[in-house]
């Protein structure tokens, strides 16, 4: 019993895994050999399915849940208004069940690894006794873990009628153990084969039996292949190791065959030696006597050196008397060539001091000369642009002087026409005049007739 709450201990703490949907994804990639492996559908179609399907994922979700309490308990002071009182009330106290039947366990197997160690040493009903108290001690906790059990539940209750609650747990999944977490990763491979397992029809599910039996009559087929061919390889390393074999044994009596050869070689080194010393003592006798030849030579040759160093030197003497007769001319030439330069130096300098004078005035010149062109440039400009105001003053005037022209002519021809008009419109108005007139006397002479 103690062993079976030690298995479930572990499971509060570890990290989140995400959530498989209901939905399988669709492979994009092209068929392959396994494709009778993979389910047809994609999605769940019945109702039972579905149903299973959330069981287990409401299932997944309370354990990621009750993985957690441990280290939410261990957070109270940092979660302290974030979890409501309730939960956190609810958390601290399972808690401390969890603590106590853990301390309970620790115990027991604590006295049981002793009683085993003293079980040799101790008497037989002595150590009987020990054992049925740890058993009573064991069925003690019973009461404990159905109080756990119930703790359990409450907290869920509890955090799942909270969702804000059971998000911010979630977000703690860091804090989930090894253990826990591979437990999680249990759930959720069972829960991939059972989702597998329900999208696959019975047809699918035989065609898969018949996929796998057709791989391993092919699986058994290439293993006979294989054998066959391990045993082509053993024969062929037999062979091989023939073969090395006799290589060996053509290497041992080229090595043998070497080693005359080599001694061979020894004995022709010391005869060439051999005669090689003889040759050198005969080149030495040769060499000896062509010595005593070259310093009787030598001699010679030094006696003729002798007469020619005692001509020569007679030779040298008139030289040498003509040389200082030359050195004396060309320093005097030298000294004269000196005088000349240096008058012809004084010469210049003054001539490079009356042109540098010269080239000052004729930068002031120049700088004159520049002067003078900017003044004339702009006499010239002001004299083209007074031109060109007495140009386009002249032609304004001009311009002035016939539209006053015009204007004078259009003023006369508006009066002389003013002055007609007037002069019509008093004729016309005479006219009606006397036409009135007459036609009032000719209606008083009717009414005088009647």
Known sequence: ?????????????????????????????????LKPLVPSKSKLTTIETKRVMSVLDETIHKVELVTLLSHLASKDEALEGILGGDVRRAVREHEDLCRSLLDSVAYLQDK??????????????WLRDRLLSVQLQKSNLLPLMEHIRESTKDVLRLLLDNP???????????????EAQRFIDCLMELRGFLFEKLLTSPMEAREKTQFIQDVSRQNRRNQDIIDALENELAASMKNRDAEVEKENFVIQELKNHLHQVLRLSENNLLRTKQEAEK???????ASQARVAKIQQEILLLRSQHHNLVVENREAEQALRKKKYKVETEIENWIQKYDMEMGEKQDEYEELDIIHKEEKVQLEELRQRYKVLVEEFAQIRAEREVNAKKKMEAEQEMLRMVRAATLIQAVWKGYLVRSVLRSRKKRSKS??????GRGK???KGKGKGRK
Do not use: W
């Open 1 to 33: 019993m103690a062993l079976d709450v030690l298995a479930v201990a572990p499971l509060y703490q570890g990290p989140d895994i995400n959530r498989m949907r209901l939905t399988a994804e669709l492979s994009k990639k092209p068929a392959s050999p």
């Open 112 to 125: 049981e690894r002793r009683l085993q160690e003293e079980e040799e040493s101790e008497d037989e009903g």
């Open 164 to 178: 804000q609650a059971a998000k911010l747990s979630e977000t703690h999944a860091l804090g989930r153990s090894a």
């Open 430 to 435: 005479k006219g009606r005049g006397k036409k």
């Open 440 to 442: 009032e006397k000719g």
């Open 279 to 285: 040759q050198q003592k005969a080149d030495f006798r």
